[in-house]
């Protein structure tokens, strides 16, 4: 595969560079840990913490696209402008009178096309009491890097299982989606027009299933923040029955390349080195998030696979079974999703 259809693999998978440094100071990411002799290793310092995290563990119902992101890869002009965006999350009834609260009626559409052409008269909808969220408070935005175009939204808190999200806005061809900065409608039988994000008891096979890929599946909590990114180490192990679970069984490539997270080495250029980068936005060490560079971070595209090993590593044979395609078709909490892989964060607490 050459460079250029390497890029344009990357590019439309969307799940890559293009929007997962947003959030990463890159001052923090310049540290490294290139002196040996400071560098603390797991066998020889007592003091470092090992935690493990599944990879059925993503953090849920928090990041999300604003369209399904195949309709963003087609024409990033779907994308919403920048302060042209009203978010509204769903309120229960018993809510809103025990905290006294402002909502409005909002009837909330899939938005399908992508144009707002379908809301207000699409089958698709569901009629709630919303809440207007606070930017900077309730949510921020997730930036591309490169155009700081808005990609997309986190919440500052997971939404419950019987929340739903919906927005307004314009994009930047110039349509407007929904009712983006109108009055709140207090009558039931007029309520604002909304896209509909993410439905309230949300299934894939749901009557609001289109939504399904809006929510983002590829974070995970490190369960430790203010990482010294000088001690951190991580790995991803393989449920097996041996000791070297770290790489898959008859190959020498680790499971954090084949999965993306080893990409180059400290100074950012150079070929992987068995570590998980720090230079590519793959870890906010504040925060303790672990940004995978797939949207499907467990069921990788192969081609990415192929890229990110040279093409010494593919989910064929012996390894076919070893996707999890299911974390990402199926219910978050379904109890049928097995976990297949863990992630092993081992640092030195400061
Ligand atoms: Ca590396």
Known sequence: MDTKSVQRVERARLGDWRWWLW??????????????????????????QELIVRDIDYIARTYFFLDNPELIVADFEVLPREGSIDVYRSVEEWWVVAE????????????????????????????????????????????????????GIELTRALWYNEALAVAYVNMRGDTIGDFGKPFSYDENNPLLLELVWPAYAFPDGPFGYTWSYMI?????????????????????EYANRVDTWRPE????????IFGLDQTDDTGVGP???????????????????????????????????????????????????????????????????????IVIRHEPR
Not at 25 to 40: G, H, I, K, Q, R
């Open 100 to 151: 006294s609260l402002d909502v409005a009626y909002g009837a909330a559409y899939i938005d399908s096309i992508g144009d707002g052409s379908e809301i207000g008269t699409g089958d698709g909808w569901d009629q709630k009491q919303f809440e207007l969220l606070r930017p900077g408070e309730d949510y921020r935005f997730i930036l591309d890097p490169h155009t700081e175009d808005v990609l």
């Open 250 to 257: 008859s190959s020498s490539i680790p499971w954090i390349r």
């Open 272 to 342: 992987p080195d068995g570590k998980v980068d720090l230079t590519r936005g793959v870890i906010d060490l504040v925060r303790g998030i672990l940004t995978f560079p797939s949207l499907t971070p467990f069921d990788p595209d192969s081609a990415l696979v192929e890229y990110w090993t040279d093409g010494e590593f593919a989910f064929t044979g012996q390894y076919a079974d070893l996707k999890n395609p299911e974390l990402y078709t199926d219910h978050p909490e379904s109890q049928s999703v097995q976990s297949k892989f863990s």
């Open 23 to 48: 959030a990463i100071s890159v001052s923090l990411l310049l540290f490294s840990c290139s002196d040996d002799a400071t560098c603390p290793t797991a066998g020889e310092d007592q003091k470092l």
């Open 217 to 237: 599946r590829n974070n995970y909590n490190m369960g430790v923040t203010n990482i010294d990114p000088r001690s951190l180490e991580v790995e991803i192990h």
